[in-house]
């Protein structure tokens, strides 16, 4: 045996050298609604860090020992894979488990009991779930840290601060600025905790929808109290040349009880480069992906359009999350 | 080309450094009946080494550059997910192979190839398929060295072995111990195997389950042949003041031919924090998980309930089997 | 924060160390046709000291920090796992994608918004995809190198690549070889790859096959065009004893309108010890695998039969690939 000799210590399941003394170390990472606006600005300098590493030396080995249990119960390709590569690239390694649906839970087991006994393997749980609630029932059972990956029409954190570090990555900050958000703002979970964390900022917000898509009315009167100024329109043309940051998402055809009534919307949820004529030179456009016609590909190389970048900007942020919640930031 | 020059060498493919002297070196672990007592010694002492290693530093590289391939012909989702870790946390390297009842098999490929194939790409092999006996077809064909991660009615020696060496963590040795076995004992593989391994020991075996899901008279006969004494009751009653570590396993419904006979017994075979009024302060509550109403939630925090410590020891006897049939233990 | 003081740098996503001066820095692999004759000297010999290194020490880290996005389409075992063994072995990480059918592809995502979202996650991408000219496509669009991991009926590169790698690790190199191909030679797609490789040495090449799967006219012209002796054959008995690597492919019955013409021909395209007798002790015996039937199982230790082997070859040269485009070779 070459391990070291036996010790009769009998310590917590930690490792050394952690940083206990932090504050995220250790705390499950559920809703918006649990940060600051200290805690984003914390958050997104930690993401922009992890940015100029990757850029400068690829990987390093930040969270190396350490184990993400990685538990998708309904596939999304690119959440699982951002915080794949989130870890990899901080020098850990992944548990994907993908296929929950047809094991011990079509047995009937509980997702407590199934969190409990994928963190005696892991250090921290990334939890995608169809049912609302389902990280918040998680995070209450589990030792370790639970990160929300998406919990069906309840929230998807990461994805809101992703959009947020975009803005401030590509806009300085968000102080100041004018975000237009356009298409289904009734039922898009992104716009919702987006325009959330938008209002712990000085921002001005423009939503742009078919009538019966607009923004909820509870989001709109919460925000209303933060004192940010907030309109509504049916046509982008108005607000678009004081845009600085174009938010798009999906107008669905099944959203609409009358076919007609989406074939007459649609086309003004399209955007085209005739569309970014009127917009400012310094607007940055973009999309939760994936698209599906909203913005077409020959905007791809306007360097206006950061949606790709948006992806690269959320394992960054993921990878930030990681590190804080491992005591490693 | 920045890798070392060539050289004419033509060395089997085995790394250097490898304690090839090692017994366990290259062995396949198909069934409990392939151990001594000396050989369960000698495993469990690597795992309790693995268990504290991880509790003080987390991860080591002692199998840094190994591949393990994680062969499931069936999803199980937390066996899969024990032996990632276990590789894992030894610094080494994980190919998922989840599919494949989609891909070569679906075009008629036997095991023996599939698994020949694999082994081309690993180091070892963990096999999961449905089939009694897959594993040891499997290790016949193989180079490599072949672990049993369960052959469908067979055997799942790695559960055993876990089960067993958290009876040992929990209690310091099995000698003198009453362990008292609850449930389906007729079908349940877990009881099997490890009824047969405690029967090494110095130790006294209750059996309690309905009488249609007895224990198998093959293994109380060949556990009998060994002087352990065994008892069987329909009640936990009267066994559970004198237990040590009760072993809990499910009553499923379908094993019934009448439904009002299932509705009859379920209650018994429910553990609740009344049930355990007359346990000793010391038992020990096993379960091999999934449960699904076994045992209330209301006992997750009482110190004898051992279950999810009983997954992280799967980990650590994972880990030493892992070392040991790739001698680096 | 314990990572290094911000820097003000924009660099591109390159890390530092990288042989950007390499020609194959950056590309895709997308076809056979694309290399010359030098370059298959190249890849090979890259492969070969991938062969020893492994051989004498297991893995290295080479590729230490990136990370391989392996997406899978439709499954396939072998190639997944042979690139995710290559990434492995060289220090590198992987991303596994196997459910892109069932996520955002299934909401309507185009191949290239796909591609290009995976790529910001990672270092290179593998693409298996149905449909031919799938990665042609990715590769336009792609910012990082794309390999081709079979698309459809069209190609599947790194296959024809180790089948050559094997006849040169076997024989020593391709010059003054008789290699024959038997079986399915209309549809195969190895055996239509292989050919054209092959074309680029002094070789003499024979076809066996029933009529009605002949080896494509096309094909024939174009190698005709580089001088190579070709023939063909209705069975295997006239061209064996000549022959240094028999290349073995299934024939398939659902390729037969009527099954009687299967029956009557499908002897004639089973290998088993009597067939072998007038083969040279020296040929090689070949075969992509699955195999169902064409190779007798009796001959997988004869000398001859490498198509373990082969399987194993597949591997040093996806590690040759990934270390070229990576900058690393």
Redesign the interface.
């Known amino acids: 045996?070459?391990?070291?000799d036996?010790?009769p210590?009998?310590?917590?399941?930690l490792?050394?050298g952690d940083?206990r003394t932090s504050p995220w170390y250790g705390k499950s990472i559920v809703s918006v609604k649990q940060f600051s606006r200290d805690d984003l600005t914390y958050i997104f300098?930690?993401a922009?860090?992890?940015r100029?590493?990757?850029?400068?030396?690829?990987?390093?080995d930040?969270l190396?020992?350490?184990?993400l249990?990685n538990l998708f119960y309904e596939?999304?390709?690119?959440t699982a894979?951002?915080f794949?590569?989130a870890m990899?690239?901080l020098g850990g390694?992944v548990?994907?488990?993908?296929?929950?649906k047809?094991?011990?839970?079509a047995?009937?087991?509980?997702l407590?009991?199934?969190v409990?006994?994928?963190e005696?393997?892991?250090?921290v749980v990334v939890l995608r779930h169809p049912e609302i609630g389902a990280s918040a029932l998680a995070a209450k059972y589990a030792r370790k840290p639970v990160i929300n990956g998406g919990d069906g029409a309840g929230e998807h954190p990461t994805q809101a601060l992703l959009d947020l570090f975009t803005i401030i990555e590509e806009h300085g900050q968000p102080d100041g600025l004018t975000i237009t958000m356009l298409g289904d703002l009734k039922h898009g979970r992104t716009v919702h905790s987006l325009s959330r964390l938008l209002s712990l900022y000085d921002v001005r917000l423009n939503y742009v929808s078919p009538e019966i898509l607009r923004m909820s009315s509870e989001i709109i009167k919460e925000i209303d109290e933060k004192g940010i100024p907030q309109s509504e329109y049916n046509e982008l043309e108005e607000p678009l040349p004081e845009t600085d940051v174009l938010y798009v998402t999906r107008v669905q055809k099944e959203r609409f009880d009358d076919p007609e009534e989406y074939e007459k919307v649609k086309g003004a949820y399209v955007i085209t480069p005739a569309t970014l004529e009127s917009a400012k030179e310094a607007m940055v456009l973009m999309h939760p992906?994936?698209?599906?016609g909203e913005i077409s590909?020959e905007l791809d190389d306007d360097p206006r359009a950061a949606y790709?970048?948006q992806?690269?900007y959320?394992?960054y942020v993921r990878m930030a999350l990681l590190a804080m919640v491992l005591g490693?930031?």
């Not at 596939?75 to 690119?78: A, E, F, I, W």
């Not at 548990?95 to 929950?100: A, D, K, S």
């Not at 047995?107 to 509980?110: A, C, D, H, I, L």
């Open positions: 045996m070459i391990l070291a036996k010790t210590n009998q310590t917590p399941h490792p050394l940083q300098e930690v922009h860090e992890m100029e590493m990757v850029e400068r030396i690829g990987t390093f930040l190396k020992g350490k184990i249990a596939p999304s390709t690119r894979s951002s794949t590569a990899e690239r390694s548990i994907p488990i993908n296929e929950v047809y094991s011990s839970v047995k009937g087991e509980s407590p009991d199934t409990r006994s994928l005696c393997y892991s250090d992906l994936p698209r599906v590909m790709f970048r992806m690269e959320g394992m490693k930031a």
